[in-house]
Each structure stands twice: as structure tokens, then as C-alpha cells.
């Protein structure tokens, strides 16, 4: 049973940081490509970044140069770096797994930036 549970969101201000954590169970993680999406109130469910392996990266355009998407095929887990975070990066960020021609989700984890 593929089971991906995200960690890490939280409320943080403009400018500042946080780092996502998805614990990925289920499935053989290090053959498959991982992604974050992320759903702002109102808005459709919008690629973040994805991960391959053995670790080649995509980012959506808003956020280039301020996130970074990682994986420790050891841990099972996938990570999302967020730097310089602004108000518009509010969102709920679900992690995903494209599985046997499935889309899995987490639950998601909220992050709010404002100061």
C-alpha cells in the first residue's frame, strides 16, 4: 500500500525558510520520479519540482532559484528546500508518486507565509 506522509509546513515569514519532509512507504522508492504540488485557496494544484533519480531536478517557474527538491533513497523520503518564501507561496504542498500509472497523495502540510 503506497503511503506518502508530508511534514514540515508550518507559518513562517516573508523572506524566511522552511523544509519539507515526505516518508514515502509502499512502493520501491529509489525506481520512481517524486514530485511536490502545492494548492493555494481557490487555485488548481500546480507543479512545484520533481525529482528523479538517480537525482535530476524540474522546477516550476515560480519558483526557480529559491527551492530545492532532494531525496535520501536510504530514508525513503523527499525533501523541499524553501528559501526567500513569499506571501503568494502560501499553499497546502502534497507530495506525489506516479505509481503503476496512479497518482498517489499525501495528505499535505500547510505552509502560510506572512509576516
Known amino acids: 500500500q503506497v503511503q506518502l506522509v508530508e511534514s514540515g509546513g508550518g507559518l513562517v515569514q516573508p523572506g524566511g525558510s522552511l523544509r519539507l519532509s515526505c516518508a514515502a512507504s509502499?512502493?520501491?522508492?529509489?525506481?520512481?520520479?517524486m514530485s511536490w504540488y502545492r494548492q493555494a485557496p481557490g487555485k488548481e494544484r500546480d507543479l512545484v519540482a520533481t525529482?528523479?533519480?538517480?537525482?535530476?531536478?524540474n522546477y516550476g517557474d515560480s519558483v526557480k532559484g529559491r527551492f530545492a527538491i532532494s531525496r535520501d533513497n536510504a530514508k525513503n523520503t523527499v525533501y523541499l528546500q524553501m528559501n526567500s518564501l513569499r506571501p503568494e507561496d502560501t499553499a497546502v504542498y502534497y507530495c506525489?508518486?506516479?505509481?503503476?500509472?496512479?497518482?498517489?497523495w499525501g495528505k499535505g502540510t500547510l505552509v502560510t507565509v506572512s509576516s
Open positions: 506525489n508518486v506516479r505509481w503503476f500509472y496512479r497518482d498517489y
Open positions: 525529482i528523479g533519480n538517480p537525482g535530476a531536478t
Open positions: 509502499g512502493f520501491a522508492f529509489g525506481n520512481y520520479v
